[in-house]
Nanobody
Framework: QVQLVESGGGSVQAGGSLRLSCAAS??????MGWFRQAPGKEREGVAA???????RYADSVKGRFIVSIDNAKNTLYLQMNSLKPQDTAMYYC?????????????????????WGQGTQVTVSS
């Protein structure tokens, strides 16, 4: 059974840090990444990593967020530092078995194979 399970969300003050995890089971994914959606806003690609290890970030999180993967554990991480209130959103893990480029991955969420249920991140000022 294909499954992506996110964890690590929570509430934090501005300037704080959180680390999100996404445990994947069922398949070995070649492309994984994070999206987020705030109330009343469209879903936004946050960060992705492809099978070649290439990473891509949204401009809004560059220099603050780091995406990484532990292939042995089939787990994706998102280290979020210097959090801002505008980072408040539901964060979703997505994955695909195809070896997609990280740019294409973030630009085509509707074409990705698997999604997690999401984990809430709330940043207060």
């Amino acid at each position: 059974q294909v499954q992506l399970v996110e964890s690590g969300g929570g509430s934090v003050q501005a300037g704080g840090s959180l680390r999100l995890s996404c445990a994947a089971s069922g398949y070995t994914y070649n492309s994984m990444g994070w999206f987020r959606q705030a109330p009343g806003k469209e879903r936004e690609g946050v960060a992705a990593i492809d099978s070649a290890g290439s990473r891509r970030y949204a401009d809004s999180v560059k220099g603050r967020f780091i995406v990484s993967i532990d292939n042995a554990k089939n787990t994706l991480y998102l280290q979020m530092n210097s959090l801002k209130p505008q980072d408040t959103a539901m964060y979703y893990c997505a994955a695909d078995r195809r070896p997609l480029g990280s740019w294409w991955f973030l630009e085509n969420p509707g074409k990705l194979g698997s999604w997690g249920q999401g984990t809430q991140v709330t940043v207060s000022s």
